[in-house]
């Protein structure tokens, strides 16, 4: 298996555009998590999906952030309008739902918000 | 209250000395389990070691050993015989409740020092 699969790695974008960030989850996971990572706040739980279902939304900062997962292969993040506050990486990552399996991580994507 | 506790923010260790990395956690599960990551300066999160709640015995992998206190509520990681490529931001996280959701800590940075 490739991993979990996270695009586009990079992302650039100015201030009040729509930003949308993708992942595709270990074949077979059943959760899958959205984390934003930055200095100031450290590793931070936005979503959570159990079976495709959000289970806890309560880490998304603000009404300006979405989070999809139409299928069990694909989830997206969306942030509109974008503000540069927004500038951090964010993972993916996804695992079986038991308590004793890791979380596979996505390589990242590193958004910028100009 | 937090649910996992990472006093250190950073640590030095001379190369090939071992070091301790602290985490404490909160839950009032029976059933939960404990994980640490590796996450270099390249940005990926690499898993390194689990322990499970009903383990009895500490967890090892390599280099790698949980030391695992469940009436403390901690989990350290020891590292053996440090390695210039151990340098690194650690992080502790815990995986319980009815949805077996993570929780990370705020992670420590260890230095490794020739």
């Known amino acids: 298996d490739a991993g979990v699969i996270q695009s586009p790695r990079h992302e650039v974008t100015e201030m009040g555009q729509e930003v949308t960030l993708r992942c595709k989850p270990i074949?077979?996971?059943?959760?899958l998590f959205w984390y934003r990572q930055t200095m100031m706040r450290g590793l931070e739980l936005l979503i959570y999906f159990n079976n495709n279902v959000p289970i806890d939304d309560s880490g998304m900062p603000e009404d300006r952030f979405s989070a999809k997962m139409p299928n069990a292969s694909f989830s997206t993040l969306k942030i509109q309008p974008s503000e540069p506050r927004d500038s951090a990486v964010y993972f993916c990552?996804?695992?079986?739902?038991?308590?004793?399996?890791?979380?596979?991580f996505g390589q990242g994507t590193r958004l910028t918000v100009v | 209250a937090q649910k996992i506790t990472q006093t250190q923010p950073g640590m030095f260790v001379q190369e090939k000395e071992a070091v301790t990395l602290d985490c404490t956690y909160d839950?009032?599960?029976?059933?939960?389990?404990l994980f640490w990551y590796k996450q270099p300066s390249s940005g990926e999160m690499i898993f390194l070691i689990y322990?499970?709640?009903?383990?009895?015995q500490n967890a090892t992998e390599g280099r790698y050993s949980l030391n695992f206190q469940k009436a403390r509520k901690s989990a350290n990681l020891v590292i053996s015989a440090s390695q210039l490529g151990d340098s690194a931001m650690y992080f502790c996280a815990m995986r319980e409740g009815n949805f077996n959701k993570f929780y990370f800590g705020s992670g420590t940075k260890l230095n490794v020092k020739p």
């Open positions: 839950t009032s599960d029976q059933s939960y389990g």
């Open positions: 990552a996804s695992s079986f739902g038991t308590a004793g399996t890791e979380a596979f």
């Open positions: 322990q499970g709640s009903y383990d009895e």
């Open positions: 074949s077979g996971h059943n959760s």
